[in-house]
């Protein structure tokens, strides 16, 4: 049985973001990839959607330049033959504030010929705004009439 993609890809990604090695990576994502992280990008340029390869890495260059990763948890996974989900929690450092963040996210990806050919990532925006604010948000009070 061989490997599925997204180990690779896993990999090859924190690779990239940790250790700034983005050849591997390059090698595994289609030239029209699609790839998207829903999120703040007011508080965080690097997040939102992004087209084609060249686009991608330089989106991994900007995560790597204000995040380290620690450690991931899969805490649930699905693998087709050309595709994976997954819920999956972070422990990463803002590098600049040197911040931790614990963060959850599900992630999507689509694979054609063994590459990366789409990928969507949905963030717990909430949490993640709370702890790199340093603070609990308060929501209003909806009140209801019975």
């Known amino acids: 049985m061989t490997e599925h993609s997204l180990w690779r890809f896993s990999r090859a990604l924190h690779r990239a973001i940790n250790e700034r090695q983005h050849e591997d990576l390059a090698a595994l994502l289609d030239d029209d990839v699609e790839w998207a992280i829903y999120g703040p990008i007011d508080m965080f340029p690097f997040l939102g959607a992004r087209h084609g390869k060249s686009a991608v890495l330089e989106v991994i260059r900007q995560i790597a330049d204000n995040i380290r990763v620690h450690r991931f948890d899969r805490e649930t996974i699905m693998l087709g033959v050309d595709s994976a989900a997954s819920m999956l929690r972070y422990s990463l450092t803002l590098l600049d504030s040197n911040k931790p963040i614990s963060l959850r996210v599900a992630h999507f990806a689509q694979f054609k010929a063994g590459k ?31």
């Open 116 to 146: 990366l050919a789409s990928i969507r990532v949905l963030v717990d925006t909430f949490d993640l705004v709370e702890q790199a604010l340093g603070r609990h948000i308060h929501l209003p009070r909806i009140s209801t009439v019975a």
